[in-house]
């Protein structure tokens, strides 16, 4: 008997590879990644953002440093879409990508040339027990404070800092709201 899978649930297990499909601006490889975050306690309304809030960085391929998944943006997808791809195949978790943090330009540390780079949050919503690089990188839940100190790049520092100002402002409107009358009144 034949059993039918949901193709949102597999997960390929080997990484995308290859630069003939990656996407160039003026000369410049775009790559793309995400911030996996989730509420410690699974408490999305607390005032204490920051300090409720986990990041997920992994090792880089080489082992020698801290960074949030990242990648290669191809030509057959969305921003959106190959940030989640990057996120699935280096870190192995899957969730929500919200908007857009931000764009930077930046130079590569093992190339000569120059990247721009756009990252999204990333609500987790599914964990995986394999994953296409779970052989060759390690995932760490932590503090934003942790992530911090353990981040290799400068521009995946500043979009945590936009990422953790973005959930503080969100939860401070969500704190304030006052309702006036019931679900029934015409106010």
Not at 133 to 154: L, T
Request: charged fraction near 30%; aromatic fraction near 8%.
């Amino acid at each position: 008997m034949a059993a039918l899978v949901s193709q949102e649930n597999v997960v390929a297990l080997v990484s995308r590879s290859g630069r003939e499909l990656q996407r160039y601006r003026k000369g410049r490889r775009q790559v793309v990644g995400c911030i996996p975050y989730r509420h410690k306690n699974g408490d999305q309304t607390s005032m204490e953002a920051a300090q409720e809030l986990e990041v997920l960085v992994i090792t880089s391929q080489k082992g020698k440093g801290m960074l949030f998944p990242k990648g290669g943006w191809e030509l057959d997808e969305s921003k959106k879409e190959a940030a989640l791809r990057e996120t699935i195949e280096e870190a192995g978790v899957r969730g929500i990508v919200g908007g857009k943090l931000g764009k930077w330009s930046f130079k590569s540390k093992s190339h000569d040339t120059f990247y721009e780079g756009y990252m999204f949050p990333l609500l987790v919503q599914e964990q995986l027990e394999f994953w296409p690089e779970h052989n060759v990188r390690r995932r760490i839940w932590m503090s934003v404070s942790e992530a911090r100190e353990v981040c290799q790049h400068w521009w995946m520092k500043e979009a945590l800092e936009r990422l953790v100002n973005r959930l503080t402002a969100r939860k401070q409107v969500v704190g304030s709201v006052i309702c006036i009358g019931d679900a029934k009144s015409d106010l």
